[in-house]
């Protein structure tokens, strides 16, 4: 694609920008495309040097070749003057196309600047542009010229920059760019604002800048910023301009080692801050807000700056941060997250969603504790678009006239899908084949449908790296018989890692050397072909870092053969109790939950349905080699609750002594009946013992309603697990037990969505971590208040009839429900019902 010319170009500047670097290692993008369109000369602004696009032509495909210039001198004198004296025009789709010499996100600014040439007036434009799928603009028109930003992940080696006329209008552009970001610019995660949780998946969106201010300092142009980018003042963003004062010491701005860097944002940025003008007042008690204008129904990136340059000790300055009013950083205390140090650089990162207003409010203001004075500080902001679910960030697709070049993208995709679903024809067909037979064997079976995107390449294909099966395909997470016993050494006695209600688990080693788990279904066993298939089903649709991943299956001579990838510390419950684990601490445990929590919420939610797990406990939660928790075992999930209507009659299932009251009483399965399941791990977390112990005195024996009645009157810390005696702070315990009392509510809408479970256990971890001078057990109650409003709905469930049916059997077994027939149980608990 790219020319002679355009290497000799990329070399001239890597040279350049290299000579003119000092020693300091500095950003150097492998893509720098700046292109000054419709001009006959070269220009350079700061270091980069705009290349004419009627020299470097090859990048340019257009029906028509008309450029204009300014007549005039009219241009006000901005950065980017020298740019704005030309531009291209296009009354047909045109498009530039550049080489991508390494993928990853991108910088695309577009400039525009419509003044009036002798046969065309700019202002008049209307049109849209695009950049390979995603739209955006759309019939846009300058209005009084701008600069337009976007950073977007491009993982193709080409990029087009397609503009498109509206009808019986042109387009123009006077300038654009496309330069490498860095990578570690922009991360996968962020902060959700509401409901507060966390937000995955910022690498493949695209984005736009919407808003890059340096509060309480002046204008920063490219030429002062390392990736050339643009930050406004704030003034005219303050909603209350008394409110504010300007603070001001470059020279004093440290970048820390490993934290944010110069490439995040100049000292000129760190080294001036807005704070709140409350000159010697104790008493000062307002906010400091900013609006930004934005567009209603996108999500939005926020990174918010911060560089405590006012304070002359560390630990005085304590301040809320608001995101339209959700208190988003409350008591926050630069110096502790930066080990001590003043003056240091940081950065934070949140997504919100513009749902009720075109403006994104932010406001800093004082908080309650107790030794600082009233002070805030916000040194800058910047504000992304993030693409809608079509990839676009104008609200509109692309435009099918700029969608012509495609073909051979649509071929080899053609080919692809072809293949795709050929594949899943055979697995479909396959499925229903075992499926009849199983029928006729036994009609209670309950089928899910194999989904169209179910099998997908995302799946692994570890089982073809051996020499048992033919290279090529790339669906081959099916794997031979013969590639498992091996892996297995022969399904080895001595290799077994557990045993459960479907059979053996096998620890397995693959000729990748590759460490798996392997599941053999017993042919004979209870949870027969149609969890096998669920479990198929759901772990090939659900990719999650908190999901236990399914490397491949087997399933030759009627064998139901799991492989997954191997969980180094086995179950959260071998190292709860019964085992010969070091006890782990209060803040292990804590990550474990919410890692879990993590797990389950992205279940629920993930996913256009809920997909509801159905057999939470803390033997399917399995722990990594950083005791990092995936959540395991899908055999039981249904997606619902719409699906179940129809099968009301569905046995319960699950294990006893974690299973939802109410599933049993009214056999409507939702999201809560997890949640419910989940609350009673978090109390076997903090108590250390088996969910149900019949060797107990009768009140004891199930750990739900023993632990409950101890969270009810205050007392929880009485019987948490002893080896964490004087370990938890209080704060934390009291919040741990709330959390767990929500989710075992007897019905399930008072319980707490996952979504929530998962916020407050990061809070519960946040209050045993935290460092608060004079402890504040008050004020992180009202904290709590702010920061998450549906806590409020949390009600205290009154009503005591019900979650009780569970305790009053023994069971002569352990916990672990693996032999128990349910419909046993279940037949139990329906006459406990009747008394
Ligand atoms: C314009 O810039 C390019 C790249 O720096 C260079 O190769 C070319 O010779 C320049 N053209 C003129 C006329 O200066
Ligand atoms: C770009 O996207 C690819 C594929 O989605 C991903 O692997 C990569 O990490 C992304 N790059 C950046 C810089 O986010
Ligand atoms: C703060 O600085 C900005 C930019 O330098 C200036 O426009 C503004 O008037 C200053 N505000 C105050 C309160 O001094
Ligand atoms: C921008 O950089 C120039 C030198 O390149 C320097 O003189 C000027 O003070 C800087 N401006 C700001 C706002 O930092
Ligand atoms: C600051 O703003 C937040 C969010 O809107 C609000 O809850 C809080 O009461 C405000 N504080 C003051 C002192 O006005
Ligand atoms: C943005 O587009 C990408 C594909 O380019 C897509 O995967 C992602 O889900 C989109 N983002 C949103 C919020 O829908």
Redesign the pocket.
Known sequence: MMGFRGIKLLLILNVLILCFLSSRSQFVPVDRYSIDCGSATNTTIGNRVFVSDSLASSYLTTPQNVLVDTSSNSIPSSEYSQLYQTARIFSQASTYSFKINQPGRHWIRLFFYPFSASNYDLKTATFSVSVNDHSLLSDFSSGEGSVKEYSVNLTSDNVEITFTPSSGSFAFVNGLEVVSVPDLLIRDDAAYVTPPTSYHGLSNQAMETVARVNMGG?T??S??DSLSRTWVPDSRFLKNPNFAANASN?NAVRYPDGGATPDDAPR?VYGTAARMASDGDPKSNFNVTWGFPVDLGFQYLIRLHFCDIVSDAPNVLYFNVYIQDSNVLPDFDLTTKLQGHLATAYYTDFVTQAMKSDEIRISIGPSNVNNALPNAILNGVEIMKLNDSDGSLSGKDVPTSSKKSKSNVGVIAGVVVGVVVALLLVLVLFFVHKRKKQERLNQSKIWIPLSTNGLSQTMGSKCSNGTTISAGSNFNYRCPFAAIQEATNNFDESWVIGIGGFGKVYKGVLSDGTKVAVKRGNPKSQQGLAEFQTEIEMLSQFRHRHLVSLIGYCDEKSEMILIYEYMENGTLKSHLYGSSFPSMSWKQRLEICIGAARGLHYLHTGYSKAVIHRDVKSANILLDENLMAKVADFGLSKTGPEIDQTHVSTAVKGSFGYLDPEYFRRQQLTEKSDVYSFGVVLFEVLCARPVIDPSLPREKVNLAEWAMKWQKSGQLEQIIDVTLKGKIRPDSLRKFGETAEKCLSDFGVDRPSMGDVLWNLEYVLQLQEAVLPNDPDENSTNVIGELSPQIHDFHTGGDENSNTGMGQFEMSSNDDISGVSMSKVFSQLVKSEGR
């Open positions: 002046p920063v142009t030429r002062n470059l000129s």
